[in-house]
């Protein structure tokens, strides 16, 4: 017999059931606004980063925003303060976790400045080859291919061997020999077998 938390309908709903209830004893971070799931993910991270001791948690679940943030591997424009607010924590913690970062060697970061000299944010280069799995690019070779949309065969996927008939074609012994007599050619003739 299943489990009734394996039940589809049950997967489908967040893990949290209900927001807003908070009792005596409770941690602070209870009374924190739940994060809403618009879809947006990660991709995959080495285990390898995620069991670091060396790392604060917080270091690793800013490092992992920034990696989603980070896309295809460009670096990042973005301010303090807006990953603080994604991580729920303040300005001077967040470079206490870009400094633990920089520390085991996960990114580096520079400040950004305008034309006058104002600092207007920070600019992030994360080290993908310590942070993320990289699969290897699929070549022509070894996609898989699906036809079970094609009612029909493509012609490039039928495989004639001509060396192998029976009979030679009629036609192009035909045209072989009239390109041999232009040419001054004799052409052997061919007997089927």
């Known amino acids: 017999m299943k489990s009734l938390s394996s039940a589809n309908v049950l997967m489908r709903f967040m893990p949290y059931m209900e927001e807003g209830i908070f009792e005596d004893g409770m941690p602070l971070r209870k009374q924190i606004r739940v994060p809403e799931d618009k879809g947006a993910f990660i991709q995959p991270l080495k285990q390898s980063f995620i ?8 270091s690793k679940i800013m490092i992992a ?5 980070a896309g295809n591997g460009t670096s990042i424009k973005t301010t303090v303060g807006t990953i603080g607010r994604n991580v729920n924590r303040c300005a001077r913690q967040v470079h206490r976790y870009l400094a633990d970062a920089q520390a085991e060697g996960y990114l580096v ?3 950004t400045k ?9 600019q992030v280069y994360l080290n ?4 993320r799995h990289f699969y290897k690019e699929r070549t022509r070779e070894n996609k898989s291919q699906s036809h079970r949309n ?6 490039a996927d039928t495989k004639y061997n001509y060396l192998l008939k029976d009979q030679i074609d009629d036609d192009i012994n035909i045209r072989l020999m009239r390109i041999a007599e232009n040419l001054g050619y004799e052409f052997p003739d061919m007997k089927t077998t």
């Open 114 to 122: 305008d034309r006058i000299g104002y600092y207007t944010g920070i």
């Open 65 to 69: 925003l920034l990696t989603g943030w």
């Open 109 to 111: 970061w520079s400040r």
């Open 128 to 131: 993908f080859g310590a942070i």
């Open 150 to 155: 094609c009612a029909l065969t493509y012609m």
């Open 51 to 58: 069991a670091n001791p060396r790392l604060m948690p917080g």
